[in-house]
C-alpha cells in the first residue's frame, strides 16, 4: 500500500513559480513510476508529467512542456514538480500519483494507469 500527501500549493501570480512535493510512504516507492495530474473545476482529471521508477524518461503534457520540470528523489521518497512562468490557465487541484505496479517501462499518462493518489493541492494563478 503507498500513501501519497502532496504540498506546496497556494495563490501565486501570473509569471510566478511553485514547487509541489509528493512524500510518499508505505511500499517501497521507489519502485514505482510516479505522476502528477491537475484538475480544473468542470473539467476531468489530466495528465501533467510522469517520471520513472529510476528516475528516467520524464514525460510532460504540451501545455506544460519547458514550463514544468518532474524530479524524484528516492532516498526521502518525494517527488517533485517545480512549476516556472505559471499562467492563469495552470490553476487547477494538483494530484500526486503511483503506477499500478512496480518496475514499469513506461509512463502512463492515463488515470486508470495509477492506482494510488493523494488527496491534491490547491494551485490557483491568479492577480
Known amino acids: 500500500q503507498v500513501q501519497l500527501v502532496e504540498s506546496g500549493g497556494g495563490l501565486v501570480q501570473p509569471g510566478g513559480s511553485l514547487r509541489l512535493s509528493c512524500a510518499a510512504s508505505?511500499?517501497?516507492?521507489?519502485?514505482?513510476?510516479m505522476g502528477w495530474f491537475r484538475q480544473a473545476p468542470g473539467k476531468e482529471r489530466e495528465f501533467v508529467s510522469g517520471?520513472?521508477?529510476?528516475?528516467?524518461?520524464?514525460d510532460y503534457s504540451d501545455s506544460v512542456q519547458g514550463r514544468f520540470t518532474i524530479s524524484r528523489d528516492n532516498i526521502k521518497n518525494t517527488v517533485y514538480l517545480q512549476m516556472n512562468s505559471l499562467r492563469p490557465g495552470d490553476t487547477a487541484v494538483y494530484y500526486c500519483?503511483?503506477?499500478?505496479?512496480?518496475?514499469?517501462?513506461?509512463?502512463?499518462?492515463?488515470?486508470?494507469?495509477?492506482?494510488?493518489w493523494g488527496q491534491g493541492t490547491q494551485v490557483t494563478v491568479s492577480s
Open positions: 517520471i520513472l521508477w529510476n528516475g528516467g524518461s520524464p
Open positions: 500519483a503511483a503506477d499500478k505496479r512496480r518496475f514499469s517501462s513506461r509512463v502512463s499518462t492515463t488515470v486508470p494507469g495509477y492506482g494510488y
Open positions: 508505505g511500499a517501497t516507492v521507489r519502485w514505482y513510476t
